[in-house]
């Protein structure tokens, strides 16, 4: 489900001006850096498309958009402006009535908008956490960058990737696919600070892996001179709950930082993780800012360590009891200049340590930064979105324009709002989405 960027934009284009829209690839010669043909354009009258953007969509040609002065019907030539650093010869492009990066724009403050009115709002599921555990991002929900979760890093030359597929994930619905060489993830700064209050007592670090292979799957706990791994997973291509083992922390531990590794080249996926200490309770889990913000519900589930029946095996968890007396405030790092969350749970409601949590919050749709990534939207979702992003380039265009052309895309951009307020009648206001993740 969800639309993407380019699928959003190609809409707007569309109900701005569906009679100049078109999708097509420019002629394999004729073409050269300040003008290109395509029969295809001969649809169009005589510079009836000047002013109208070419969006380069192969990421060949550069710059990605340009735009049109003049255009021939007969030859289907059009002259553009700024010119391309090469002929664009058989190049796929959109036809578009702005230029791209503004269209993008104004898609972005459509989502905005229609979230802060509470027209369009998706809800959250995180099954990440696990009571106890202050490890940030042990689901990899958050990736603000395709190659990296947020909190982790790679110590090496190894490849991470986001694995959505149902086969390799775990309860957060995806999990980080580690391969290409040996390698461990390892959580950063300041995120592994908060490991530090485990120091003097036991701990136990817990991750459920899927490998295909054996002796290529661990994790471990180092603490600053030791590193303390746990046993292989067996390479049966089954879900497993791997652990550590029981470690024991000195008061002066230099580091405990938690790790992830795949001893070979083949792809291993690691899941939600979590840790259990025996000398200190904690009540305070750090969490992305953007879902700290509309946490509705804490619902305390079964324990995340497997019972005698299942040992080492993944297991689906069931309902719960929810947590009413949980707080969530803003951090600011300043020596890292990082913001984030953290929720606190108070009061006799607070959940047992080592229960999987499951988080429900509300937020708004995803804005992405590449031509694919994914809007969280229905057929009719997409609609809102697209009719008033066209809103906001009509109005914005009207400032420029003449007191009578200026009325004209007022008055367009009224009715489209308006149909915004007719799709938004109880359509599709709140969307569940199975993670919080950021595409990039």
Same mark, same amino acid.
């Given at each position: 489900?969800?639309?993407?960027?380019?699928?959003? %934009?190609?809409?707007?284009?569309?109900?701005?001006?569906?009679?100049?829209? /078109?999708?097509?690839?420019?002629?394999?010669?004729?073409?050269? %850096?300040?003008?290109?043909?395509?029969?295809?354009?001969?649809?169009?009258?005589?510079?009836?498309?000047?002013?109208?953007?070419?969006?380069?969509?192969?990421?060949?040609?550069?710059?990605?958009?340009?735009?049109?002065?003049?255009?021939?019907?007969?030859?289907?030539?059009?002259?553009?402006?700024?010119?391309?650093?090469?002929?664009?010869?058989?190049?796929?492009?959109?036809?578009?009535?702005?230029?791209?990066?503004?269209?993008?724009?104004?898609?972005?403050?459509?989502?905005?908008?229609?979230?802060?009115?509470?027209?369009?709002?998706?809800? %959250?599921?995180?099954?990440?956490?696990?009571?106890?555990?202050?490890?940030?991002?042990?689901?990899?929900?958050?990736?603000?960058?395709?190659?990296?979760?947020?909190?982790?890093?790679?110590?090496?030359?190894?490849?991470?990737?986001?694995?959505?597929?149902?086969?390799?994930?775990?309860?957060?619905?995806?999990?980080?696919?580690?391969?290409?060489?040996?390698?461990?993830?390892?959580?950063?700064?300041?995120?592994?600070?908060?490991?530090?209050?485990?120091?003097?007592?036991?701990?136990?670090?817990?991750?459920?892996?899927?490998?295909?292979?054996?002796?290529?799957?661990?994790?471990?706990?180092?603490?600053?001179?030791?590193?303390?791994?746990?046993?292989?997973?067996?390479?049966?291509?089954?879900?497993?709950?791997?652990?550590?083992?029981?470690?024991?922390?000195?008061?002066?531990?230099?580091?405990?930082?938690?790790?992830?590794?795949?001893?070979?080249?083949?792809?291993?996926?690691?899941?939600?993780?979590?840790?259990?200490?025996?000398?200190?309770?904690?009540?305070?889990?750090?969490?992305?800012?953007?879902?700290?913000?509309?946490?509705?519900?804490?619902?305390?589930?079964?324990?995340?360590?497997?019972?005698?029946?299942?040992?080492?095996?993944?297991?689906? /968890?069931?309902?719960?009891?929810? %947590?009413?007396?949980?707080?969530?405030?803003?951090?600011?790092?300043?020596?890292?200049?990082?913001?984030?969350?953290?929720?606190?749970?108070?009061?006799?409601?607070?959940?047992?340590?080592?229960?999987?949590?499951?988080?429900?919050?509300?937020?708004?749709?995803?804005?992405?930064?590449?031509?694919?990534?994914?809007?969280?939207?229905?057929?009719?979702?997409?609609? /809102?979105?697209?009719?008033?992003?066209?809103?906001?380039?009509?109005?914005?265009?009207?400032?420029?324009?003449?007191?009578?052309?200026?009325?004209?895309?007022?008055?367009?951009?009224?009715? /489209?709002?308006?149909?915004?307020?007719?799709?938004?009648?109880?359509?599709?206001?709140?969307?569940?989405?199975?993670?919080?993740?950021?595409?990039?």
């Amino acid at each position: 489900m969800g639309r993407t960027l380019l699928q959003l %934009i190609t809409k707007t284009s569309q109900i701005l001006d569906n009679d100049h829209y /078109m999708a097509g690839t420019t002629n394999s010669s004729g073409n050269d %850096i300040g003008s290109i043909a395509d029969d295809g354009l001969k649809r169009f009258n005589t510079d009836a498309i000047v002013g109208k953007h070419f969006y380069w969509s192969g990421g060949t040609p550069s710059p990605d958009t340009t735009t049109i002065t003049s255009f021939t019907q007969s030859t289907g030539k059009a002259l553009i402006r700024p010119e391309l650093a090469a002929a664009p010869n058989s190049e796929n492009f959109y036809l578009l009535p702005y230029r791209k990066a503004e269209m993008e724009e104004k898609i972005a403050d459509a989502i905005y908008f229609l979230h802060d009115s509470g027209d369009l709002v998706r809800e %959250i599921l995180m099954y990440g956490i696990v009571a106890g555990s202050p490890i940030y991002n042990a689901g990899f929900d958050y990736w603000t960058s395709s190659s990296t979760p947020d909190g982790w890093s790679k110590a090496a030359s190894g490849t991470i990737a986001k694995a959505t597929a149902g086969a390799n994930t775990f309860n957060s619905r995806q999990s980080l696919s580690l391969s290409g060489s040996a390698d461990y993830v390892k959580l950063d700064e300041p995120w592994k600070s908060w490991l530090e209050d485990f120091k003097g007592g036991s701990v136990r670090f817990y991750c459920p892996v899927k490998a295909n292979n054996a002796s290529h799957a661990r994790i471990a706990v180092y603490d600053g001179s030791t590193i303390h791994y746990s046993s292989y997973h067996s390479g049966n291509g089954s879900r497993e709950i791997l652990d550590t083992g029981d470690i024991n922390l000195s008061s002066t531990a230099t580091d405990i930082e938690v790790r992830l590794y795949n001893d070979s080249t083949n792809a291993v996926f690691f899941g939600d993780s979590w840790i259990e200490g025996s000398n200190v309770s904690v009540r305070e889990i750090p969490i992305a800012l953007d879902f700290a913000a509309d946490i509705s519900t804490v619902e305390a589930l079964q324990n995340a360590r497997p019972t005698e029946d299942t040992v080492g095996k993944y297991r689906h /968890m069931g309902r719960g009891q929810i %947590i009413y007396d949980q707080i969530v405030s803003e951090h600011v790092d300043h020596e890292l200049s990082t913001k984030y969350g953290i929720m606190e749970f108070t009061g006799r409601q607070r959940p047992s340590n080592g229960r999987r949590l499951k988080i429900t919050a509300s937020g708004q749709l995803s804005v992405p930064a590449t031509d694919s990534g994914i809007i969280e939207v229905t057929r009719n979702e997409e609609l /809102m979105v697209a009719y008033l992003a066209a809103a906001l380039l009509l109005e914005g265009d009207a400032y420029s324009r003449g007191e009578a052309v200026a009325d004209k895309l007022r008055t367009s951009a009224s009715d /489209m709002r308006a149909k915004v307020g007719e799709l938004a009648g109880g359509i599709g206001k709140k969307r569940t989405s199975p993670t919080l993740s950021r595409v990039m």
